[in-house]
């Protein structure tokens, strides 16, 4: 009898140490499936399509952890997650320009990170063209991470469990650059948000209301020349009436080409997700939707080198801003929000 106990009981302890380990080990959760990556219905090809980064759980679990870590900041008290917050649609709620490493005030807004492989160049002024290049900017920016690729090579391979995740991910013990950005990019691809109110009305699974179908209409027929569906965006670069904030004299566009009608000028930004990327534009200067629709709606505030194609929009009546804003709020998808495959990892490396 007695010894049926112990066997029993030492059977238990198996099964909760078992229980516990899996619960540890941040790459058991994450199936492959979680990590296959599917065009969502209706969207064009993507621009960076994994091919030449072939997704596996284990990498994907690397650049997750790697986004959360401080071990990419100088001082080890800044990461990617710190800008980029998951229930803003990974860009940071309530700050007009980023906050970095000691407590460094950047000068524009931070982006949400959505849909970034159908892009073909980042920032808002599309600095960077490409996705796996783009975290090299934040990580040695001084006034965002401050560090170093060589140094931040230098602390992962002195951490033990950075050591076993890219052996793991990468099935020998080379720890390198490209390594590095290459997981980096397998987490930042596959943020794709396709799954709102509106995908699903557009797919015949969910109905809008009237005010949101009346949203939608004047959706289309003033503001989605550059707001293209069903990214949200045509990927150009364009002066949307807002004049330059004087004291950061931001060019935009044309500070990268040159160019001088393409200063200030900026990347016109997806609205997927926008009732939670507030405060707006690229320096943040508009709290809420209403105030941005006012400024659509008011052509006699915008600045001189403002986009032609604004003028159609004209000034909206009290309705049509509504039936605006309604409609924009169909582009929340919480099933991105809040999908945990994103969420910041259960255990810190650091
Ligand atoms: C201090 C805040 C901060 C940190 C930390 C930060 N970012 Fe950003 N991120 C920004 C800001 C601000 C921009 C827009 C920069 C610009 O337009 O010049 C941006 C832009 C981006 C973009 C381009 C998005 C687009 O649609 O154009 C990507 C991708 C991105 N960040 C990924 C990352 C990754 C990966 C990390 C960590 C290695 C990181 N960020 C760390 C603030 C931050
Ligand atoms: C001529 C092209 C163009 C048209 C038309 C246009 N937009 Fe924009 N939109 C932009 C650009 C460019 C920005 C970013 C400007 C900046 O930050 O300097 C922007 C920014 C926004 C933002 C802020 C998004 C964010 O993440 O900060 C919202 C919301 C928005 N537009 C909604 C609308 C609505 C609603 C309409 C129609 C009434 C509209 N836009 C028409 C080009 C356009």
Redesign the pocket.
Known sequence: MKSKKRYVSFFLCVIIITLLSFRNDPTKKITTKDVTFTNPKGFPKPNYNFENNQLTVEKFMLGKNLFYDNILSKDNTVNCGTCHQQFAAF?HIDHKLSHGIYAKIGTR?V??LQNLIWKDSYM?DGGVNNLEVQPINPITNPIEMDESIANVLIKLKRDSTYVSLFKKAWKDSIINSERLLKSLAQFTGLLISSNSRYDKFINKKDTFSLSEKNGLK??RS??????AEPLFTDN???????KIDTSLKDM?RGKVTGIEKDN????????RN?EM????????R?KN?QQ??NH??SPSNFSTN??L??K??GE?TMLEKTD?IAF?KTLTDKSFIFDKRFADPYIRYN
């Open positions: 860009a807004n982006p949400a808002w004047l959706f003033k503001c989605a020349n550059c707001h150009s670069y364009r002066n949307n009436g807002i935009g200030q000028t900026f990347k016109v930004p997806s609205l926008v990327t507030y405060p707006y534009m690229h320096d943040g508009f939707l941005v629709v659509y709606s403002a986009d194609s604004l159609k929009i909206l605006l924009l």
